[in-house]
């Protein structure tokens, strides 16, 4: 007869995962005290279970030169977060037949040099290109000078740079390396491929068809941001206002705007395929490894994280998670999905010093009873 205990294990293993705890508002808000004033900067909270937004609330203010609070329709620039946006963009190309991952730099951009030659669109989207990042080209042509001093690069500035690269930083696959880099450049290959801007693309294939009717691929002069939190740093004379840096002005990296409202509508798309099936989303969602299988590793030999396509993809406390942060001048932004657990947290926020990974996880933690 089979032991009660093994039953036990048995009947665990098919039900799969244990549901989350049940929270109360009031816990989340003790984490997020500090936040809580009408004279600083603050942050935007989100959490998602079973498909239902649970808890959304803001904390302190989006501008400081007018108070006003934030809430879940304030816009918060995303910073590397954009670049699933971006992958999706990549994504909805290859559905239509109109790109292929494994098409190399040089075909898309004839005018690159030989050093593209071993670069394919997988690679700039799984960062295992070897593209410099452009932020360390910038440095050294501006060594010593302020960044404020330093005019805002675009795309094709951007494009620019790599071209005067005669090298890659390793070889294209066989090791990864963070780049913003070829995010800048997919966005350039989805303008390529589809004959559209890219903030054009990303509104009439994504933004609108989700209902993200408030989210913008932002470029000064042409669109404004509704409801927009304005970046700030806290110095020893207060609060500076820090909203945009020599970097701000490019679009694939880090260039999308979004709100609470909005990125819940996001994360309902992905749990319903809304835009591209299961089958098509695997690629973006399985971390790149080496030709032969063998696990990534950074330039120092240490290992690599587990990246897919815009996305980071490992586990929290055991917990399976796609997950992504932002970090830009005057904003930190994190989105934490746990797929098994029907679990998503959301945390945006208008100040430097806000760590908003480990601000999601400690909300995270408190759904999976570990606070």
Request: glycine share 10%; with cysteine; hydrophobic share 40%.
């Amino acid at each position: 007869m089979r032991s009660l205990a093994g039953f036990l294990i048995l009947m665990a293993l098919s039900l799969g995962p244990t549901a989350p705890a049940q929270v109360s508002p009031s816990a989340i808000d003790a984490l997020f005290s500090k936040f809580e004033s009408e004279r600083d900067p603050g942050c935007a909270v989100l959490v998602i279970q079973d498909g239902k937004a649970i808890f959304r609330k803001g904390y302190g203010v989006a501008d400081l030169r007018t108070h006003e609070k934030i809430g879940p329709e304030t816009n918060f620039r995303l910073a590397s977060v954009t670049k699933q946006f971006t992958a999706m963009a990549v994504m909805l190309l290859v559905h239509d037949g109109k790109l292929r991952y494994e098409e190399r730099l040089t075909d898309i951009f004839p005018g690159f040099p030989a050093s593209g030659k071993g670069v394919t669109v997988r690679q700039m989207l799984t960062h295992t290109s070897g593209l410099i990042d452009y932020e360390d080209i910038m440095a050294k042509h501006y060594p010593g000078v302020a960044d404020e001093k330093i005019p805002q690069i675009k795309d094709a500035g951007v494009l620019d740079l790599l071209k005067q690269q005669a090298s890659t930083r390793f070889a294209p696959g066989t090791r990864w390396e963070y780049s913003n880099s070829g995010y800048v450049l997919l966005a350039m290959v989805v303008e390529k491929r589809s004959g559209m801007r890219f903030g054009d693309f990303l509104r009439d294939r994504i933004f609108k068809p989700v209902g993200m009717t408030n989210t913008i691929a932002y470029e000064k002069g042409k669109n404004e941001v509704t409801h927009r939190a304005y970046g700030h740093t806290l110095g020893a004379g207060g609060w500076r206002e820090t909203d945009q840096s020599s970097t701000s002005a490019t679009l694939g990296d880090g260039g999308v705007y979004s709100s609470l409202e909005d990125l819940e509508k996001w994360d309902r798309a992905l749990a319903d395929h809304t835009l591209l099936s299961a089958k098509e989303m695997e690629p973006a969602l399985t971390s790149a490894t080496e030709a032969n299988g063998a696990p990534l590793r950074k330039l120092d030999g240490s290992l690599a994280p587990l990246y897919g396509f815009g996305w980071f993809v490992d586990s929290y406390l055991g917990h399976r998670r796609y997950w992504h942060y932002g970090e830009t001048v005057g904003f930190r932004t994190a989105i934490e999905r746990f797929p098994d657990d029907r679990l998503t947290v959301i945390v945006l926020a208008n100040r430097a010093e806000a760590e908003a990974p480990a601000m999601a996880e400690s909300v995270a933690d408190l759904y999976f009873g570990k606070r």
